[in-house]
Each structure stands twice: as C-alpha cells, then as structure tokens.
C-alpha cells in the first residue's frame, strides 16, 4: 500500500507543511537527503503545551509526537514537490521532550512519532533515533522533533 492510501486508511489528512516560527528554513535538501527542521507539537485547538512529569503523562506527550510526526510528513511532502510517494525512508529523528529533571519516560514519548511513522510507512519508516530532554522548548510545547529523509 502506498503512503497516500496508508494515511488515508489511518483517517489522516497531511496539512500544508507549517511554515518557519523564526529566521530558518522548513527543509534543506543535499543530494537525495532532506534535513527538516524541528517540527513543533500542534494539534487542532494549536499548540500543544505542558511538561513531561509536572502534570502532563506519557500518553498525552506520545500524542504530542504524533503530531509532529505529520508536520515532518508535511514538510517532506513539500520537499518533494507534492508526492510524498518520493519518500523512500525516514533516516534519523531527534525528539526533544519538555520534562522535569526527574522524567527518564523520553523514548517512549517519542515513540508516539516513531510508531506513527512505522504504521504509515513500514519498513520505509524504521529509523536511527535519539530521544532527550529539555527543560523547556518554544513557546512551552511538549515536544519538538527534527529528522532527515532519504527521498528520490
């Protein structure tokens, strides 16, 4: 099954690729990788805010990942000129979890954007992949996730 069949069965709809908060690019291509930048967690009431382990559970920060999960499929669809059937596999991500001193609960945070990508893509969606904490992230959102994507 393709992409566009895949998230369409899972009931999800890309979004336009989010634009910039600030002086940076969305996606640099080099060669047939595309480097996307970090992708913030937003849902449909906006910004999805709080902290892992001061109020916030994993559940809801997985939920977070998967959100930036689709903004990273926007964004390579964009970089693919509109034919995310151009993504041949997801490389590598970086998730950055807002979470207290104490939250050691990350990888599974960020396997919300993880277990996304490999429902939607299979095998073309297993990555390399590093799961951190920060103690806050712009404009208190949950979770932040950059990656790269092998395209062709």
Not at 38 to 58: E, H, R, T
Not at 114 to 138: E, I, N, Q, Y
């Amino acid at each position: 099954m393709n992409t566009t069949d895949r998230l369409t069965e899972l009931g999800v709809t890309l979004p336009d690729a989010p634009a910039p908060a600030a002086n940076y690019v969305p996606f640099v291509q080099v060669g047939n990788l595309v480097y996307v930048s970090g992708q913030i967690a937003n849902g449909p009431d906006g910004l999805i805010k709080g902290k892992l382990g001061d109020g916030m559970s994993v559940e809801e920060g997985a939920a977070a990942a998967r959100s930036c999960a689709i903004s990273l499929l926007a964004q390579v669809k964009a970089a693919c000129d509109g034919d995310i059937e151009r993504l041949v596999r997801v490389v590598k991500l970086t998730g950055f979890v807002n979470s207290t001193p104490d939250f050691t609960e990350q990888p599974q945070v960020i396997n919300g954007c993880s277990d996304f990508l490999g429902d939607v893509l299979g095998d073309k969606g297993r990555h390399a992949r590093a799961a951190v904490s920060a103690p806050s992230l712009p404009m208190g959102v949950a979770v932040e996730i950059d990656g790269i994507f092998e395209i062709s």
